[in-house]
């Protein structure tokens, strides 16, 4: 095995969307080099419905995909096809915006308020742009899990993983995402394709992936306020983690365990145009979708 370097960390950062929701933006906005062929990533864990309960109303997409996985609460969805249901707690819905739909998602928290989840957002290739809509929605009791020996356990959402594939299919990015959970003290080694750009966000525990050998984490040298400072690199809660090149990632788990989506994908390596809810190639591709998104025929099928 080759085990992938980390390439760079980062924070979530607090963010609000759609009619006041707050979250954590993982990533997006920056350069869709980076993270190819993904594009943007949000944490929504939240316990206070006041910080949530309106929810994301009526809104467009074109030119992208949407994955959307929920840890605990619900989420109940509807679009401009006709298409109505509700993604509950384990459940994931990947969504093809693809030439245009417009939708709206409503989170409801469950008894304890809480209302946990993730939206990723992957991006179409240029031949995939204008491609008619869909919708994948799948339960938790349809995501496979399985085990290793050690303990750790692995839910594979999409793509193939210790020979189980996820329910979701036939996304253009050929991706792979999975939850995974290492148990305290494990170390431990993921096959990942070695054409794939890989990203792991941890959202419980923590533990490191740069040295897997030391679980209390490595020195290194990161800038504080202003002032180069050695310490320990503990990966820890909402962080996002960038490998380099390998067929392999790495971790060890510290004294809680460590919990994380591994996200893998090929990069589509084309020009990103990108505004809000659409992203196509060209900014003329962009400037048009806009002109039929504000004059009402943004929508091709339905």
């Known amino acids: ?14 963010a609000i969307e759609g009619a006041g929701v707050h979250l954590h933006r993982v990533f997006g906005f920056g350069d869709p080099a980076l993270t190819d062929p993904f594009l943007m990533m949000d944490d929504f864990r939240n316990d ?42 384990g459940g994931v819905q990947w969504m093809t915006a693809g030439s245009g739909i417009v939708h709206q998602e409503m989170p409801f928290g469950n008894a304890q308020g809480q209302m946990h989840g993730f939206q990723l957002w992957a991006n179409l ?40 594939t996820g329910p979701v299919d036939g996304i253009a990015a050929n991706p792979m995402l999975l939850d995974v959970s290492v148990p305290p003290g494990r170390r431990k080694a993921l096959s990942v394709d070695t054409r794939a750009n890989a990203l ?5 525990g923590s533990g490191t992936f740069r040295d897997a050998s030391d679980p209390v984490g490595i020195k290194v040298e990161k800038e504080y306020r202003g002032q180069e400072m050695t310490l320990r690199d503990r990966t820890g809660n ?6 380099g090149a390998g067929d392999a990632i790495t971790v060890q788990a510290g004294d809680e365990g460590i919990r994380f989506l591994l996200m893998t994908g090929r990069p589509i390596q084309e020009p990103v145009a990108w505004h809000g809810p659409i992203v196509m190639n060209t900014q ?4 048009q979708a806009l002109r039929e998104l ?7 099928h339905g």
């Open 1 to 14: 095995m080759t085990f992938r370097p980390v390439l760079a960390t980062s924070k979530a950062q607090p």
């Open 48 to 89: 206070d419905p006041r910080l949530y309960a309106k929810g994301f109303p009526w809104h467009p997409h074109r030119g992208i995909e949407t994955i959307t996985y929920v840890l605990e609460g619900q989420v109940e969805h509807a679009d401009s096809l006709g298409n109505r249901g509700l993604l509950g707690a």
């Open 125 to 164: 290739p240029a031949a995939l742009k204008m491609t008619a809509p869909r919708y994948q929605d799948v339960g938790a009791g349809d995501i496979p899990v399985e085990g290793d020996d050690d303990g750790t356990t692995v839910k594979v959402i999409i793509g193939t993983f210790w020979g189980k």
């Open 200 to 204: 792991a966000y941890v959202f419980a």
């Open 238 to 243: 909402r962080t996002l983690v960038r490998f």
């Open 284 to 287: 003329e591709e962009l400037r």
């Open 294 to 300: 504000n004059d009402g025929t943004l929508i091709k």
